[in-house]
């Protein structure tokens, strides 16, 4: 049948000619035609047969696909076991049509399914090709090419299908190829990239084509988000595969093996796409461009997370190992002389943020001694690119402070090895490395400055101070000077390393250099600022910009101290030239003065006493300024410059705060959190300008005044902006996770922005807010200020001490102890806020801490703060007085206090619940203690206590009696000791009263008890009268002065009713007087001013405490042995060794003696015989205490009624005879004062000798020759006595016409048993060291001659002479010469007058003294030596050129003492001290003219002429 015959048929008739269907045709052939099972195997061979002729195979693949909704089955097409297909392959369509066509080419059948499978993949890859160019499939793309691999699976597993000659085919169109398409034939296994890569003969090609395809695959990877998830597998998984494969262990490898090429195309492919990166980011890109995506997209392969699946292997680290090596090296173009020059651009902060991030990336897998050994073998095996070197220094030692020390010890070696070998290589490196480190601040390395002083600044320098190494050095300095920057010249003129004086010329020459060279650069050294900072290296500021922010830097530090700065004075004599030219003009530049004078002019007018501002100048600042007083408008304009000029750096430190709490919360950025603390750390010094302050004012104690402090209003602009930025992102990242999940930010930004630059600052501001502003702050501002202050803690050993006040003690506080001070609880609104800030600092730590060491939990809390938590939370809950449980599981309160309404007092009572903090609060130091639970409930003021008043007092016996009495000493308490309950709270009411730390207290109360607005319910109050020795203390003293401790009153009484303690039949010492003995025992001595006064105000307190307690205290009970006599003897020692030296005119206060007599009658009344009782105690008071004895004398007038009245009480008969000896004292006294007859005296002498000394000065009697008189028997005789040395010689002279010696007078010691023992326990020690100047001042009103006439007077002169020069030496004459008898000694002369008249007293008297006074030559001599034997004094002869004097000077620095000299004095003291010089140990003619006339009354005839006939 022909064609147009068949095609009629087909066509056939019916109405428009249509065509029928093939099953039609069939179906009409089947019902003409029958055929049988024969027949019909023949027609479907034969339909198979014109199937296979005629069909298209590369259609045919791609058009056998799934019906919509429903899975392809490819095993109908192939699986010969399915029913409806037959059992032979070779019948199904694919597989016997790719038979049938290899068979005609003749080529086997693989091949040709390889050919046919490759044309489909390209069709589909081509499908849309007139796109821009593509890596990636489109969904339609993806399904087509699902279905073509599938086939291809299938043909893969019936063995008709090579790999091999199917990556043939891909690669002779590989142009047409996709790269995803290439990734999805490795991920459904049809060809691996291995089998695929190493498929091709040329690596170069295949190397070209996937760095091409992989930076357009990285362009894409933020496409829309089907694609862009694609896109990041794609490039995970080539990335893993060349990581893998290219830089695995090279084991097993044989020689007669060709290496395989997929390791070089991989670690080819790697390279060129780090260095095409890097050429990017070195041309500049634009933000958002595609060539910013595609470097940002590969830096990011650099994550951890891309290499999980790796990891175990040690392929990503030796990846990350040679990708650092590329970057390191990659164009080495720079030489040393531009990197000199360059580096202060490739700073930490100035780096790309792209760069640095990868450096941050590779630095996760490596340790940082493996980065740092890295670093140092490619600085010294291979050239590098400077500015990559360096600024990856810069982040390493920014980003791990592990490595910092790391980096000085490569520093050392390399500086090592350089002067070893005079290697310039090495020395180049260490220079560069270790300038780059310190442009990173002293948080991250050394300044430079301080490090070239350290490094060549000793004689344990590298250079060694060897001339080698000298020439090495200088040589090498001298090179670097023209590409030097002015500061590093700066460095090496005013720190020039050590250099011997033979090779000084080194130096000079190498300094005449720089000098020429900053002169050439116009920076002049002398106009350097007073606080410039030499490791700085920002521009060269000019002179007046300079000197405004010296005036501005020394009016800071001004303010914190109160002085002049020590620099502003350096410079004033130093820098004479910078401070007249420069700063002064500056300091005064005229304004407006305030009418309160501010810091400002404060420093003004102490230049001004100090005399270091010129009349001249001064006088025109003055004038200048009244002037401007008159413009006011030219002022006003003036101010409103300042805020513009910040407002920029305020503006560009918002934005960097504002993107680092983007960096704290989002979890991806957590690696950039670095790189944006550098830059808001230097926006920071900007806005402060604080670029160009020097290292030793960061190092200086923070000075604070904790009363007052003061910020400007930049400095409290900026740090408002920090701490609300600090508040903002604890609280944000809060929210997100607890403060153990939330990373290292808050550390950081501690460590960073809080460093000692702007410490001073935030400290002021933190005073101001917790201090003075408690009440107005929410709950997220103490929250985020207790997370501040337990990082400031986590940092305690990098921060400097606070010193708070003028008031604070010599030592400085830590940072974290400053916090105790700024949180008191004296009132109900302080310790609210006290409790909320320990609740959230000390929650803060268990949950931010609590996976850490123990030791870093405690280093962060101050101890301070949790006895304040714990003081709170026994004086406000009940609940915490009970024994601690654990019933709440849950952990720290943390989250409860970020919500927005937060119960404090609840999360407080869930914090204390926590075994974690019972376990914290039984460690040693945070205890609270008996004595810390005083100290802090002496400052709650009842009036503003949110404690009732019977509620504050059921606490304080709860406290006491249940708490701290029965607890242990190891937990605080006091063993259930009364004794020692006593004794710390005296202790402590002490410290409270000469506590210098109570800036709450007026200015004008002296002493603390007066002044002290604490506790009044543990006070009562008592009169005192003041003592007229005390008067220039207590001039000031409150009307409230006397407060005295109830509680104390109550203790002692219950422990004196008590049994005592067994086992102690010998009288123990008193508590009372163990507490004073101890405290005054740690006290300074001395007979200085401060030490006096330091000492008499403690005894002051010790007084009114001893006065605040019962009488008994004084006098114990009676004595167990027989008789019974009431025990006084603690008593009678404190008053020996301590009251006598403050009492006045041999006697004490009536206060104290009044309660003595009080003690010893109530003591009497208890006794079974009173009289005995008081005979007893007073009859030992004579030899043991006879100061009483003569203050009850001087008292008497107002004592005797009230010991007739209390005596009335106790006992019916008479007064004690003892107490009668005093009356008849008295008795006898006022008959000689009345001019009546004078009765017999009664004994002992010297009481009745006290009585009449005291009558007379009752009396204020100018004359006493009347008084004597009658004792003599003689009658009237006026003198005219108006001096007490008048008075004195008077007396004295009286016994010497009774032909009594009063030299004995002058030889007092504690072994006389009689008047000499008496008298010294009555007089204080200070006018018993002056006997001296008494002796002398009174030997002109008697006869020279009838003194010489007495045996031990010229033993008793040379003794007094002595220790005159002994008291003249060691400083003590004026001292004591101002305190003796309230300055009465002044008028006979300075001490060196009454010295000089001594010693020619003696020169005289020696040689006319007879021989009998030279009975005691050998003691005078020993007395001699022994009294210079501790004050030596030396001869330095000084040769003056033109007059050659000999100069004498007190050895060992001693000086003659404050208050010796007067106005003319001072030949004279040279003239004495030349008198003291010789060559032994004491005045060289007085030890002449003793020997001299020793020996001329022992051999006589040797100082007779000789006979010679």
């Not at 056939?12 to 055929?35: D, F, I, T, Y």
């Not at 590369?58 to 899975?71: C, I, R, S, T, W």
């Not at 992989?214 to 496409?223: G, I, P, S, Y």
């Not at 792209?354 to 600085?379: A, D, K, M, N, T």
């Amino acid at each position: 049948m022909s064609a147009s015959q068949a095609r009629a048929a087909v066509s056939g008739p019916g109405p428009g000619g249509l065509r029928r269907s093939w099953a039609e045709l069939l179906e009409g052939r089947v019902r003409r035609q029958k055929l049988g099972p024969e027949g019909e195997q023949k027609v479907k061979e034969s339909a198979l047969r014109l199937l296979r002729s005629h069909l298209n195979l590369g259609d045919l693949v791609l058009e056998v696909e799934a019906p919509p909704g429903k899975q392809l089955c490819l095993s109908r097409w192939f699986d010969c076991d399915s029913p409806g297909a037959h059992s032979d392959l070779s019948c199904s369509l694919i597989g016997s049509a790719l038979r049938d066509r290899a068979a005609r080419l003749g080529v086997p059948v693989a091949v040709l399914s390889s050919q046919v499978v490759a044309c489909g993949l390209v069709r589909v890859c081509e499908a849309d090709a007139g796109l821009p160019p593509q890596v990636l499939l489109s969904p339609e793309q993806r399904k087509k090419l699902s279905s073509l691999f599938e086939v291809a699976e299938n043909l893969s597993a019936q063995n008709m299908f090579s790999r091999l000659s199917f990556c043939q085919e891909l690669w002779k169109v590989q142009n047409s190829l996709l790269l995803e398409a290439v990734w999805r034939l490795h991920v459904q296994k049809i060809v691996s990239l291995q089998e695929l890569l190493e498929s091709r003969a040329d690596p170069c090609a295949v190397v070209a084509w996937l760095s091409r395809d992989l930076r357009l695959l990285c362009e894409q990877t933020e496409a829309p988000p089907p694609h862009a998830a694609v896109a990041r597998a794609v490039l995970a998984d080539f990335v893993q595969m060349f990581v893998l494969r290219g830089f695995q262990k090279n084991a097993d490898v044989r020689g007669n093996v060709e290496p395989e090429r997929m390791p070089q195309v991989a670690v080819a492919v790697l390279e060129r796409m780090l260095a095409s990166a890097l050429e990017a980011l070195a041309a500049g890109m634009q933000e958002g461009s595609p060539a910013h995506k595609a470097v940002s997209c590969w830096f990011g392969i650099f994550s951890g997370h891309m290499y999980r699946s790796i990891i175990s292997t040690e392929s990503p680290k030796r990846f990350f190992c040679h990708t650092l090596t590329q970057i390191l090296t990659h164009k080495p173009v720079l030489k040393v002389s531009d990197a000199i020059q360059m580096q202060r651009d490739w700073s930490f902060a100035r780096t790309p943020p792209l760069l640095s991030g990868l450096y941050r990336r590779l630095f996760v897998i490596l340790s940082p001694e493996e980065l740092v050994g890295h670093l140092q073998e490619v600085l010294e095996t291979q050239e590098v690119n400077w500015q990559h070197m360096l600024s990856c220094v810069s982040t390493l030692v920014t980003c791990l402070p592990d490595a910092q020390q790391l980096v000085a010890g490569w520093v050392a070696r390399l500086l090592a090895r350089a002067f070893e070998s005079c290697d310039l290589d090495s020395m180049v490196s260490a220079f560069l490395v270790a300038r780059q480190a310190a442009l990173e601040g002293p948080a991250a390395f050394p300044s430079y400055a301080a490090w070239f002083q350290a490094t060549f600044g000793s004689t344990r320098g590298f250079h060694g101070c060897s001339r080698k190494g000298l020439v090495f050095l200088f040589k090498f300095l001298s090179d670097l000077v023209p590409f030097e920057a002015p500061r590093y010249l700066q460095v090496h003129v005013l720190h020039p390393p050590l250099v011997p004086g033979k090779y000084r010329t080194l130096l000079s020459d190498y300094v005449a250099l720089a000098r020429t060279r900053l002169a050439d650069l116009k920076v002049s050294i002398e106009n350097m600022g007073l606080y410039e900072d030499l490791s700085s290296v920002g521009d060269i500021m000019e002179p007046h910009s300079r000197a405004a922010r010296d005036v501005e830097k020394a009016i800071v530090v001004f303010e914190h101290t109160g002085k002049i700065p020590v620099a502003v004075l350096e410079a004033s004599i130093f820098r004479r030239s910078y401070y007249l030219s420069h700063f002064l003009p500056a300091l005064l530049t005229p304004r407006v003065l305030p009418r309160v004078p501010d810091s400002r002019e404060a420093l003004v007018e102490s230049l001004r006493r100090a005399d270091k501002i010129p009349p001249s100048l001064y006088s025109t600042y003055r004038q200048a300024c009244c002037t401007a007083g008159e413009k006011p408008e030219d002022a006003a304009l003036g101010r409103e410059v300042e805020p513009s000029c910040a407002e920029e750096p305020l503006g560009l430190l918002t934005a960097a705060l504002q993107e680092l709490r983007a960096s704290v919360m989002a979890p991806t950025r957590h690696d950039a959190l670095e790189a944006q603390m550098a830059v808001v750390s230097d926006r920071l010094c900007s806005a402060l300008g604080l670029g160009e302050d020097s290292v030793g004012v960061e190092e200086a104690p923070v000075q604070l005044s904790i009363r007052a402090p003061e910020l400007r209003p930049r400095e409290q602009r900026v740090v408002d902006l920090v701490l609300t930025s600090f508040c903002q992102n604890l609280m944000a990242a809060s929210s997100l996770s607890p403060p153990d999940r939330q990373g290292p930010w808050a550390s950081r930004f501690v460590r960073t922005l809080c460093g000692r630059r702007l410490l001073p600052a935030v400290l002021a501001r933190l005073c101001q807010l917790l201090r003075h502003q408690g009440p107005s702050l929410g709950a997220s501002h103490v929250l985020g200020l207790a997370a501040l202050a337990v990082h400031l803690g986590e940092s305690r050993s990098a921060l400097p001490e606070v010193c708070v006040g003028p008031s604070a003690p010599a030592r400085g506080l830590p940072v974290p102890q400053l916090f105790d001070s700024l949180l008191p609880c004296g009132t109900r609104e302080s310790s609210a806020l006290c409790l909320k800030f320990c609740t959230a600092a000390i929650s803060y730590s268990l949950c931010k801490f609590s996976s850490q060491s123990h030791d870093v939990l405690l280093s962060c809390l101050s101890p301070g703060l949790i006895k304040k938590f714990q003081f709170i939370m026994f004086r406000w809950f009940s609940e915490a007085r009970d024994p601690p449980s654990w019933e709440d599981p849950a952990g720290p309160p943390w989250r409860p206090l970020c919500l927005p309404a937060v119960d404090w007092q609840r999360a407080a009572l869930c914090l204390w619940k926590q075994r974690t903090l019972q376990e914290l609060l039984k460690q040693e130091g945070f205890q609270l203690t008996y004595r810390d639970w005083l100290q802090l409930e002496l400052e709650v003021q009842p009036e503003a206590d949110s404690l009732s008043d019977t509620e504050r007092q059921e606490f304080q016996q709860w406290a006491i009696h249940q708490h701290f009495l029965p607890a242990p000493s190891g937990a605080g308490g006091c063993d259930g000791d009364l004794e020692v309950a006593c004794t710390t709270l005296v202790d402590v009411l002490m410290d409270v009263c000469q506590s210098s730390k109570n800036y709450d207290h007026s200015q004008n109360s002296d002493l603390v008890l007066g002044g002290c607005t604490g506790n009044r319910d543990i006070f009562s109050r008592l009169q005192a009268p003041c003592q007229p020795h005390l008067g220039a203390l207590l001039r000031k003293r409150p009307r409230d002065f006397c407060l005295w401790p109830c509680l104390l009153q109550e203790m002692a009484a219950d422990l004196e009713q008590g049994p005592a303690p067994p086992g102690h039949a010998v009288a123990r010492e008193h508590f009372l007087f163990g507490v004073f003995r101890r405290r005054l025992q740690a006290l300074a001595g001395g007979w200085d001013v401060a030490s006096r006064l330091q000492r008499q105000r403690e005894l002051l307190t010790c007084k009114r405490v001893l006065l605040g307690l019962p009488p008994s205290v004084l006098v114990g009970g009676p004595r167990a042995e027989q008789p019974a006599d009431p025990n006084c003897d603690d008593f009678f020692h404190w008053v020996n060794s301590e009251l006598r030296n403050v009492s006045h005119g041999g006697a004490l206060t009536h206060d104290v003696t009044a309660h003595f007599f009080r003690g010893l009658l109530n003591a009497c009344a208890r006794s079974r015989d009173p009289s005995l009782a008081a005979d007893l105690t007073l009859t030992a008071c004579q030899t043991q205490c006879p100061l009483l004895l003569t203050s009850a004398l001087l008292w008497w007038p107002c004592l005797e009624p009230e010991l007739h009245r209390r005596w009335g009480r106790c006992s019916r008969s008479p007064l004690p005879a003892q107490l009668r000896r005093l009356q008849e004292a008295q008795h006898f006294a006022g008959s000689v004062l009345s001019r009546l007859v004078v009765p017999p005296a009664p004994g002992p002498a010297w009481l009745c000798a006290a009585a009449l000394h005291f009558a007379i000065r009752r009396a204020r009697k100018e004359s006493i020759g009347r008084e004597l008189g009658q004792l003599d028997g003689q009658g009237e005789e006026a003198v005219s006595s108006p001096k007490a040395l008048d008075i004195c010689a008077e007396v004295l002279g009286r016994l010497q016409g009774r032909r009594i010696s009063w030299l004995p007078l002058f030889q007092l010691t504690e072994a006389d048993a009689g008047l000499g023992r008496t008298l010294l326990r009555v007089a204080p020690d200070h006018q018993v060291r002056l006997l001296p100047v008494a002796f002398y001042s009174l030997l002109s009103y008697f006869d020279e001659d009838a003194l010489l006439q007495e045996d031990a007077f010229l033993h008793v002169a040379v003794n007094m002479y002595l220790k005159l020069i002994g008291l003249f030496v060691a400083g003590e004459t004026g001292t004591l010469w101002t305190v003796a008898c309230g300055g009465e000694l002044r008028a006979q002369g300075d001490p060196v007058s009454l010295i000089t008249d001594a010693r020619l007293f003696l020169l005289r008297a020696i040689p006319r003294c007879p021989k009998r006074s030279f009975s005691h030559v050998a003691e005078v001599k020993m007395l001699t030596l022994v009294s210079f034997k501790s004050t030596s004094v030396f001869h330095m002869r000084t040769l003056d050129t033109f007059g050659k004097r000999s100069i004498w000077c007190p050895a060992r620095g001693i000086s003659p003492g404050p208050g010796c000299l007067g106005g003319s004095a001072g030949s004279n003291t040279r003239a004495f001290l030349q008198l003291l010089a010789a060559s032994g140990d004491c005045d060289p003619d007085v030890s002449a003219a003793l020997l001299h006339r020793q020996q001329a009354l022992l051999h006589p005839d040797l100082h007779q002429e000789p006979r010679l006939f």
